[in-house]
């Protein structure tokens, strides 16, 4: 009888676990389950080339095929999972009983209390909030953008220079600062103003949208501010609810699940989670670490799929980051702590490395435009968390 | 030596063209081609810069 593995979340980490699975050797059958109906796809350029008009929907798609026994099941959602008795029930009254199961739901987008989602008010994170943004970037159309990490900075420097005004709040004095420390994120400050980026930054936020006024109000206690396209990104929560009946898994104080270090959810046999809905022991920081990125969660789905059919595994990566804004690159290697104290180091020429410190340790760096300094960041961090305690 | 690119972290940035042009070439359609997938050992220097310096860490070398 062949082995069954059934993978909740149909995106980035759910499309790689199948495929890693065949690599690995699983012959038995695959069930993909996705809430979204569009083929699988990965969310980078959601915030950049196809919010720009630079890329169409279809090169977001991920590339591959699954060989059968496999099958998807698109537009449904999974509504609760029974570890004991290895089922799945769906939001169509279905179940699908499983030997193995990958969770990988990824998250949702935070929203404001009493800001829904609507034509003119916009939380990025699917292919249709990108395509609804981008078919109102027009030369008179002003456009707030409210939250200035990852996806808030992006959209900002995306649509610059394709809309009459773009202005980026956050609560924060800098833009990405909790992730690339404040001397970059000074920089990086000075870019967006440089490239006609206006910024609001370090006071509160609210958001006024009235059905009965033409424009979307975003006010900070000093100022009042109109915008025809308001575009919101808060930060996400884990979309790991619907597991939340389960007394026996454990999760994280962002809701993320906590599994080992190969991916094994706690309290559940045969159960594995990756990307943004997981929290993933990681052997060289010895706790457990939330990672929302790309490459974190393709390295997770590898690990998954070999642990599944006991492959030897690689040695656990970094986890890796870029973004790219104003045509200016920041590669993040490891974590930056909250009690990081940050060393800024000069390179060759204009080159610029900031290392983070924390408890003895370099437990991640940012790199800024400087891509041929990354293995070098790579390695002090490396060198660093495998140093035994003196 | 192999290269193998992660072709949906690879974002068409175009940095190993200019690096090694004779093994990575970007193309109007906006995709990456690996020209030659098994480089011979003198171009090896240069196809490491290349994977080291790509943006998105998408080329690796096995």
Not at chain 1, 97 to 122: C, L, N
Not at chain 1, 317 to 337: C, D, K, N, S
Not at chain 1, 343 to 361: N, Y
Not at chain 2, 36 to 42: A, G, H, R
Request: charge should be negative; charged fraction near 25%.
């Amino acid at each position: 009888m062949k082995k069954r593995c059934a993978i909740v979340g149909a995106s980035l980490g759910g499309f790689r676990s199948a495929q890693e699975l065949r690599k690995a050797g699983f012959d038995g059958e695959i069930v993909l389950i996705g809430e979204e109906s569009h083929p699988p796809y990965q969310r980078p350029p959601l915030s950049k080339q196809l919010l720009k008009g630079t890329s169409p929907v279809e090169r977001c798609y991920l590339r591959g095929n699954i060989s059968e026994p496999y099958s998807r099941k698109l537009g449904v959602r999974a509504t609760s999972i029974d570890p004991l008795e290895k089922n799945i029930t769906l939001s169509n009254d279905t179940t699908v009983e499983y030997d193995y199961a990958v969770i990988s739901t990824g998250a949702r987008p935070i929203t404001f209390p009493k800001v829904p989602p609507s034509s003119r008010v916009i939380y990025l994170r699917n292919i249709e909030d990108s395509v609804r943004l981008r078919d109102q970037l027009k030369q008179h159309v002003r456009i707030g953008v409210v939250g200035a990490g990852f996806i808030g900075s992006e959209v900002a420097a995306s649509v610059s220079g394709l809309v009459k005004q773009v202005v980026l709040f956050d609560g924060d004095e800098h833009p990405m600062s909790k992730v690339v420390g404040p001397y970059l994120s000074q920089t990086l400050k000075t870019v967006h103003q440089n490239n006609g980026v206006e910024t609001v930054f370090g006071a509160p936020v609210s958001i006024v949208d009235s059905e009965t006024e033409d424009v979307v109000w975003i006010e900070t206690p000093s100022q009042r501010h109109p915008f025809d396209v308001v575009v919101i990104g808060v930060g996400v929560k884990p979309a790991t609810q619907w597991l939340r009946s389960v007394d026996s898994l454990k999760f994280d104080e962002v809701g993320a699940l906590l599994a080992d270090d190969k991916g094994k959810v706690y309290g559940a046999e045969a159960l594995y989670v990756v990307g943004d809905a997981s929290s993933w022991l990681h052997p060289l920081y010895q706790r457990h670490i939330h990672v929302e990125h790309f490459e974190s969660t393709v390295n997770q789905a590898s690990q998954v799929a070999k642990n599944i059919t006991n492959t030897p595994r690689d040695a656990p990566e970094l986890p890796f980051a870029w973004t790219e804004q104003h045509g200016r690159l920041i590669q993040t290697v490891g974590v930056r702590m909250a009690d990081s104290k940050d060393e800024v180091i000069h390179r060759s020429g204009h080159a610029l490395v900031v290392l983070f410190h924390s408890s003895d340790k370099v437990t991640g760096a940012a790199v800024f435009d400087a891509s041929e300094e990354l293995s070098w960041a790579k390695a002090a961090v490396l060198s660093s968390l495998r140093k035994e305690p003196d | 030596m192999k290269i193998e690119v992660d072709f949906d972290r690879c974002q068409s940035n175009a940095i190993c063209m200019q690096i090694a042009p004779s093994v990575f070439e970007v193309r109007e359609d906006g995709y990456l081609y690996v020209l030659i997938e098994t480089p011979e050992e003198s171009l090896k220097p240069l196809v490491e810069k290349a994977a080291a310096s790509c943006p998105t860490q998408a080329i690796k070398i096995i």
